[in-house]
Nanobody
Framework: QVQLVESGGGLVQARGSLRLSCAAS????????MGWFRQAPGKEREFVAG????????YYADSVKGRFTISRDDAKNTVYLQMNSLKPEDTAVYYC????????????????WGQGTQVTVSS
């Protein structure tokens, strides 16, 4: 069992930055691939970024490539999402999720989910 808790969301102006964190319980964090997803009102939950166990490979949605960076610190059982050059269309609830390696872009592949953190980008 893995429990995930996101933090770091908030209100930011367009072109600003935020860093989301996702803290995981358990001693097997390093064995899991991690993903970030987001869900805007009235829309499906969509893939944002993924990172393999040990951080050897990262994956991004085209909409965030070059602006967002996913990373992990296995010593702290934490995965991060650095978000730069934020746009109003990035407004959503952001969720982290975990699964056995490798990462996936489909939400159904992930086993464990956090409760989400709200990110609002004003224009």
């Amino acid at each position: 069992q893995v429990q995930l808790v996101e933090s770091g969301g908030g209100l930011v102006q367009a072109r600003g930055s935020l860093r989301l964190s996702c803290a995981a319980s358990g001693r097997t964090f390093s064995m899991y691939a991690m993903g970030w997803f987001r869900q805007a009102p009235g829309k499906e939950r969509e893939f944002v970024a993924g990172i393999s166990r040990r951080g050897g490979a990262t994956y991004y949605a085209d909409s965030v490539k070059g602006r967002f960076t996913i990373s992990r610190d296995d010593a702290k059982n934490t995965v991060y999402l650095q978000m730069n050059s934020l746009k109003p269309e990035d407004t959503a609830v952001y969720y982290c999720a975990s699964k056995h390696d490798p990462p996936a872009v489909t939400r159904w592949a992930y086993e464990y989910w956090g409760q989400g953190t709200q990110v609002t980008v004003s224009s």
